[in-house]
C-alpha cells in the first residue's frame, strides 16, 4: 500500500475515536511490576488512570525496562543483592555497579528507541501524544527525581531476610531518592530530541503514595 492510499482512508472511514493518547509508566497501570514492597495498589493507580478515561484519552502503557533489564517481575537480578552484607558480592558492589548499569543502559537505549518510534506512528497517525507520566523516585522512570542507585543497593545489602518489611524496604527509596532523571527517562528523552518530538512530561509522586498522600 502506498503512503498516499494509507493518508487518504483515514479521511473516507470515520469512527469514534478521539485521537488523543498518553504514555504512562507500566507500573501505573499494573503496580505487580514494582520491586518488592513498594506497591500500594492491587492493579492500577486509579487516581491516575480514571481521569484520563473519564476525558476520553487513550491509554499506551509504556515497557517496565526494570523487568527487561533487572530479572523479570521480581527484578531477580537485584535481589541478589539483597541481605549480601558480609559477602564477596557485596564487598565487590562496586565493581559490579558500573557493569550493571552498562548493561542497564543498553537494554533501555533499545526500549527507548522502540518508544520514540511508537510515539512517531501515533503522530504521523494523526493521533495527538498529550504527554508522558514517569515516576518521580524510580531509578529507571524518575522525570525529575530520581534514586542514587549505588546507596540503594548498598543499604539493601544490610536487609536481613528474616525480619525484612515492606515498611523497611520503602525507607531505601525514601531516603536515597536523588533530584534528576532516571535512566530510561533520560533515554526516551534523548530519542524524542533526535527527532525533534516535544512532548509535554508529567510525574506520579512514587513517595507521596508510599506515604498514602495519593
Not at 564477596?88 to 518508544?115: D, F
Amino acid at each position: 500500500m502506498t503512503r498516499g492510499n494509507a493518508t487518504g482512508w483515514p479521511n473516507r472511514i470515520s469512527d469514534q475515536r478521539g485521537r488523543r493518547v498518553i504514555f504512562l509508566a507500566h507500573c501505573l497501570l499494573n503496580e505487580n511490576t514494582r520491586y518488592l514492597g513498594g506497591a500500594r495498589r492491587a492493579g492500577a493507580v486509579v487516581e491516575v488512570v480514571r481521569p484520563l478515561l473519564d476525558d476520553g484519552i487513550g491509554i499506551v502503557q509504556l515497557p517496565c525496562p526494570e523487568q527487561h533489564a533487572w530479572g523479570g517481575v521480581l527484578k531477580r537480578r537485584l535481589l541478589w543483592f539483597y541481605g549480601s552484607e558480609g559477602k564477596l558480592r557485596y564487598r565487590l558492589r562496586g565493581a559490579l555497579l558500573p557493569i550493571m548499569l552498562w548493561y542497564t543502559r543498553q537494554v533501555y537505549r533499545k526500549l527507548a528507541r522502540q518508544t520514540a518510534k511508537q510515539i512517531c506512528d501515533y503522530q504521523r497517525s494523526g493521533v495527538e501524544v498529550v504527554g508522558i507520566v514517569g515516576v518521580d523516585a524510580s531509578p529507571s522512570c524518575g522525570v525529575c527525581k530520581s534514586l542514587d542507585i549505588g546507596d540503594a543497593l548498598e543499604s539493601a545489602g544490610r536487609l536481613n531476610q528474616c525480619t525484612v518489611t515492606a515498611r523497611e524496604v520503602n525507607l531505601i527509596v525514601l531516603e536515597t531518592a536523588v533530584p534528576g532523571r532516571g535512566l530510561f527517562i533520560e533515554l526516551l528523552k534523548k530519542e524524542l530530541d533526535k527527532r525533534e518530538l516535544n512532548i509535554p512530561w508529567n510525574a506520579h509522586d512514587l513517595i507521596a503514595e508510599l506515604e498514602g498522600d495519593v
